[in-house]
């Protein structure tokens, strides 16, 4: 597979990122409409000049995220996870209300995060993987509370 590297005045580089955030206490709330908020909040931040982040792919599950993306060298990719932690938390709490119910003290996300450079599995591979995030309808296998927090 050919690599696109990017390039500026005075480098040239590829700076691709999996991103896993997951739900507080791993409480099972994210469904396809959350999710699709998520992302426009992500991708609304990482078009700020201080991150320049490029999604790749965005995904989840029904308690994680997975985010693909690219950055810049000089990406202050920790002010980011921060921003967009605390920003998505307090719009999703606002626009999805029922949410609170399910959370305990008003976190959404867990403290913790994965993130890792991509350069030890191919690109492709990694796409594959979070497309393929989820729970497929045939043949699962779940308990009452689970479905009822698939189905909010």
């Known amino acids: 597979m050919d690599k696109k590297y990017n390039t500026n005045q005075h480098s040239v580089y590829l700076l691709q990122y999996h991103f896993m955030l997951v739900v507080k206490y791993r409480r099972k709330m994210l469904n396809d409409e959350i999710c699709k908020r998520l992302r426009e909040i992500f991708k609304y931040i990482a078009e700020n000049p201080r991150y320049s982040l490029k999604v790749i792919e965005f995904n989840h599950d029904i308690d994680h995220l997975h985010i693909l993306f690219e950055a810049e060298p000089k990406s202050e990719l920790v002010k980011f996870i921060n921003a967009y932690k605390s920003t998505s938390s307090r719009i999703i709490k606002q626009e999805f209300t029922h949410i609170r119910k399910f959370l305990w003290k008003e976190y959404f996300w867990s403290r913790s995060y994965f993130l890792a450079t991509t350069g030890g599995v191919s690109l492709e591979v990694l796409k594959k993987y979070v497309e393929n ?13 689970t479905k009822a927090y698939r189905n909010l």
Request: hydrophobic share 15%; charged share 55%.
């Open 133 to 145: 995030q989820g729970v497929k309808e045939k043949g699962e296998n779940l308990d009452k509370r």
